[in-house]
């Protein structure tokens, strides 16, 4: 049996614009207790606190030395390593595409998820708006979609759609704009009954993007160990629904953003990460990449010798990644393969079953 813990940095649920949080990331460990506890001795025993914590190790330089001398030995041992990486900003864009412009675009004929037209779209948006119509305009149609989507009322409705109908001195920014506009043209404020509960909450849906992942190369039974102080600890009776044997078997997706079903967990255990040396290991590889993420994406800040240091020593550990990029292309985007069905469908019925 395959052993897998799992912890996170950044989760601000379903706030995606939290100024603090910009980064959220999930560290997965294919290890067992014993090997953690010999690393976190090799590595971290002049650290006298009972409990590792990333945020607490960046304190002090020589504490950041211990972090960067545990990043090397990774860095040499990624077998047993699968980090998620997702830019908030850039996922609650991807949310606009997926719940706003893509049933619109469906209207049309158009099947916007074929080839990587979602993605391409979200990109567009993403580097586009700011520019054409302002960073102002931008944050606030960002900051007006959340709230929409997290109180799903007429007057949120009505306030986020008034400021997409803003007419703009730029007109790519109008054309841009009307992408979106086209969910109020085409569908009106029934849209909004479509996206499940908490839909702007991230952490679900990179867990089982990197469980994914794992069982792609895992043929054993997989016992996955999490933080009982996590998100997941609220929604477990939903990850153990979508994660049991018992899900019919099924490929879902398009091209190469695809995943067999089932994954298969033969259980979730919640545990107290101050119990386990994995945990507190995968928090402080966690915690490492939400800090390059930050220091990589903000300026870069040459003053920043621990952003500047872990970026170098991670940098070139392959990561899953929900992040703004510049393709727009199925060539530019790796998006040319073959479509299997719709994942939110599929996920969603395994969802309305134990409802």
């Known amino acids: 049996m395959a052993t897998i813990y799992l912890d996170e940095s950044g989760y601000t649920g379903q706030d995606l614009m939290n100024q603090d949080q910009l980064f959220f990331v999930l560290a997965s460990l294919l290890i067992n207790e014993d090997e953690s506890i010999a690393l976190k001795r090799d590595f971290f025993s002049k650290v006298k606190a009972k409990e590792l914590k990333h945020s607490s190790l960046v304190g002090s330089e020589s504490q950041q030395k211990l ?13 047993i390593l699968k980090v998620g990486v997702i830019n908030k900003k850039y996922a609650l864009v991807c949310q606009i595409v997926d719940f706003l412009v893509e049933p619109a675009a469906r209207k049309y004929g158009v099947e916007l998820y074929d080839k990587g037209g979602n993605i391409a ?18 944050r606030e149609l960002l900051f007006l979609f959340q709230q929409m989507m997290r109180s799903r009322t007429q007057e949120n409705y ?43 909450d991230i952490a679900v849906t990179l867990a089982l993007l990197i469980m994914g992942t794992w069982r792609k190369e895992i043929r054993d039974e997989i016992t996955l160990v999490h933080d009982a102080s996590s998100n997941m600890a609220k929604q477990k009776y939903i990850w153990d629904a979508i994660t049991s044997p018992n899900v019919p078997e099924k490929v879902v997706g398009w091209d190469r953003r695809t995943m067999s079903f089932p994954i298969r967990l033969e259980k979730t255990i919640l545990e107290k990460s101050e119990n386990s040396a994995s945990l507190q290991l995968a928090d402080v590889i966690a915690g490492a990449f939400a800090r390059s ?22 940098g070139e ?28 469908i599929f996920i969603g019925k395994i969802i309305r079953s134990i409802k």
């Open 121 to 138: 779209t979200a990109n567009i948006l993403f580097n586009a708006l700011p520019v054409v119509t302002s960073d102002t305009f931008f």
């Open 158 to 200: 009505n306030k986020f759609f008034r400021l997409a109908f803003q007419r703009h001195e730029v007109s790519t920014g109008n054309e841009l704009m009307a992408f979106i506009q086209g969910a109020h043209n085409e569908i009106g404020p029934s849209i909004l009954e479509s996206p499940p509960d908490n839909a702007l």
């Open 317 to 344: 550990i392959p990561i899953l990644s929900m992040l703004p990029g510049t393709g727009t292309t199925p060539s530019e985007l790796g998006t040319t393969g073959s479509n299997y069905e719709n994942p939110h």
């Open 293 to 314: 993420a930050k220091w990589y994406f903000d300026k870069q800040d040459p003053l920043d010798d621990y952003g500047k240091t872990i970026t170098r020593l991670i």
């Open 67 to 79: 972090v960067y001398h545990f990043l090397e030995y990774i860095r040499e041992h990624t077998s």
